[in-house]
């Protein structure tokens, strides 16, 4: 069965390790993750490669800048023929509206659906002593939350948040609105980097629509048995 709501995330630099991991993994999920280093290391032929297995791209560029730069960047992303994009909620609501915009205009131009975007909240690698660092003294969940609320206000479809936000979220805003979800760790796996973690039975009993997974998967010796474990 292919899964729809799990994201991997290619967290990769060469086409061929891409094409390794599409190859064992694409029968199984529907979803793949293209941040900046595999596309700043294989530029567009990265996304042609997911494309050629049939499949859909969640373009994780997390933008962040002026509000035209981010609307021009918004009509790239959609004729990049994308499932799904992120912005920096952080970045502020007139920065997201015009993400938005751009991405309604472009989409209509070419006469296909708008992607999904959503607005990255505080990174899972972040706990309250590393935002206290950079100036916010509010919790994690403090700010996971106003920056979800900034991104409905916004018009996005959805936010990019740690397991521990799920349900603050889903009580906050409701169910119109799309939770994906990083820093998930199958039991017994290693946290690595990511401080906010849950496994991924825990973040769908939360309330998360998407969960995304990288290393664990990645790395695995057995990617597709790690999959298989998570599907249940
Ligand atoms: O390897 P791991 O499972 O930690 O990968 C998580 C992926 O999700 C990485 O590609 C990372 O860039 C991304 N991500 C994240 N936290 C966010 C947004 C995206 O970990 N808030």
Known sequence: MIKNNIIIALDVNTLKEEERLLNILSPHVQVFKIGIELFYSCGLKAIELVKKYDRDIFLD???????????????????????????HASGGINM??????????????????????????????????ALKKIGINKSPEGQVLNLARLAKDAG????????????????AIGKDFLIVTPGVRPEGSDAEDQKRVATPKEAFQRGADYIVIGRPVTKAKDPVAVIKSIVG
């Open 61 to 87: 560029f997390k933008f962040h800048d002026i509000p035209n730069t981010v609307y021009a960047a918004s009509k790239t992303a959609v004729r990049f023929g994308v499932f799904m994009f992120n912005v």
């Open 96 to 129: 997201m509206q015009k993400a938005v915009e751009g991405a309604e205009e472009e989409s209509e131009k070419l006469g296909i659906s708008r992607p999904k975007i959503l607005g990255v909240t505080v990174l899972t690698s972040m706990d309250s002593e």
């Open 156 to 171: 996005l479809d959805g936010a990019v948040a740690s397991p521990e936000e799920i349900s603050a979220i889903r009580k």
